[in-house]
Nanobody, 115 residues
Framework: QVQFVESGGGLVQPGGSLRLSCAAS????????MSWHRQAPGKERELVAT????????TYADSMKGRFTISRDNVKKMVYLQMNSLKPEDTAVYYC????????WGQGTQVTVSS
């Protein structure tokens, strides 16, 4: 079955960095654009970044451009999100997903940016 297992979140001070990881299984990983999403308390889930099937193209939400970097490893079936210059408003639960695969979501990983 389709599974996403996110990890790497934690508590970090403003200006700090974190690297999130997502292990995917149950589908042909290299056949899908992958994405990261986040959901802050009381808010809708929002798209953070996407990466094309072989990593040649990436997109970012405006507020993440220049701070976040998405990458993938098709051999390991992993997708990553390097987050730098973190701000308190980046506090959220972060999820990965395969674009167009369906409404499959993992448990997410909590990122808290606070001093």
């Amino acid at each position: 079955q389709v599974q996403f297992v996110e990890s790497g979140g934690g508590l970090v001070q403003p200006g700090g960095s974190l690297r999130l990881s997502c292990a995917a299984s149950g589908f042909t990983f290299s056949g899908y654009t992958m994405s990261w999403h986040r959901q802050a308390p009381g808010k809708e889930r929002e798209l953070v970044a996407t990466i094309s099937r072989f990593g040649g193209s990436t997109t970012y939400a405006d507020s993440m451009k220049g701070r976040f970097t998405i990458s993938r490893d098709n051999v390991k079936k992993m997708v990553y999100l390097q987050m730098n210059s973190l701000k308190p408003e980046d506090t959220a639960v972060y999820y990965c997903n395969a674009r167009g695969l369906g409404p499959y979501w993992g448990q997410g990983t909590q990122v808290t940016v606070s001093s």
